[in-house]
């Protein structure tokens, strides 16, 4: 018989919350992954169930273990990378909320933004509570009473024990204006395939310059952050029960297997095996 037919897969799981429909809950079983160079605009807050995962932070070019046991967090505007730390691979669950949906359940009048200083944490009890927390929301039997109890607790103790106030989450310090007009042109226009000049004139640099100064600061070339810009936003849609063919028109691919591809190459498994 052929190995690699009896060779565990990937498996990924995503929902959304029922009571935060911005926040996202994410189970997954990768054997061997590499996940490219990438950011999230919302807090990626979870903890390692078996194996480890090998994470690089791309700002301080400093490379993460996140074994099993612990807490693992990346802020808002954290470029990172990740893949299995060895043959085993890793399970994980993670928590996506937005700064503004982590401050409305802790919050509702407002707060200085938050930073967590360190990536792993090694927390037992808090650990705990957001695993019950999100099996809870996994759960198709958990009230929705029960869901945002257990999930404002969870938040809430480690938001207390571990987080900073005070440091901006989504700039990158020192940004050149050029570089940040760029970014911000490409987030309002993932849906229009711009031509690098277009962004360049808008970024007010040669082309080149751009794909220099672009690369340097972000930790990406323009068309990667597009791409992986793209993704993101077409499995929020395909949470919100969206079809591939029209995510595909509205995020400006070629056809609905292109997408696919790329989503395969993000996450490891293609858009079927998602189990949205």
């Known amino acids: 018989m052929d190995a690699s037919a009896t060779r565990p897969r990937n498996k990924v799981k995503a929902w959304r919350d029922n009571v935060l429909p911005g926040t996202q809950f994410l189970r997954a079983e990768y054997l061997a992954h590499r996940f490219p160079p990438h950011v999230h605009e919302e807090f990626a807050i979870g903890f390692i169930e078996r194996g480890a995962q090998a994470a690089v932070m791309r700002e301080h070019s400093q490379q993460v273990l996140m074994p099993a046991g612990t807490i693992c967090v990346i802020n ?4 990172h990378e990740g893949r299995e730390f060895s043959e085993i691979g890793w399970d994980y669950r993670m928590i996506y909320i937005s700064p503004g949906d982590l401050d409305s359940l802790l919050a ?12 792993v944490i090694d927390d037992a009890d808090t650990m705990m509570a957001i695993s019950m927390a999100h099996q809870s929301a996994e759960s198709g039997e958990a009230s929705l009473l029960e869901q945002s109890s257990r999930l404002t607790f969870a938040l809430n103790q480690l938001v207390s024990r571990h987080a900073q106030k005070g440091r901006g989450l989504r700039a990158l310090p020192g940004m050149p204006g050029g570089v940040r007009r760029a970014r911000e042109y490409i987030d309002a226009h993932i849906g229009s ?8 004139d808008v970024a007010g640099l040669s082309p080149f310059h751009l794909l220099r100064e672009f690369k340097r600061v972000i930790g990406l070339a323009p068309h990667a952050y597009l791409m992986q810009r793209r993704v993101e936003h077409a499995k929020r849609l395909l949470l919100a029960g969206r079809a591939m063919r029209t995510i595909a028109i509205d995020l400006g691919y070629a056809d609905q297997a292109h997408l696919s591809r790329e989503i395969r190459r993000f996450y490891g498994v293609p858009p079927s095996a998602l189990h949205l």
């Open 76 to 79: 808002p505007g954290e470029f």
């Open 108 to 119: 509702p009048e407002g707060r200085s933004p938050l930073h967590f200083p360190e990536h």
């Open 193 to 200: 395939n711009p031509a690098l000049q277009e962004i360049a």
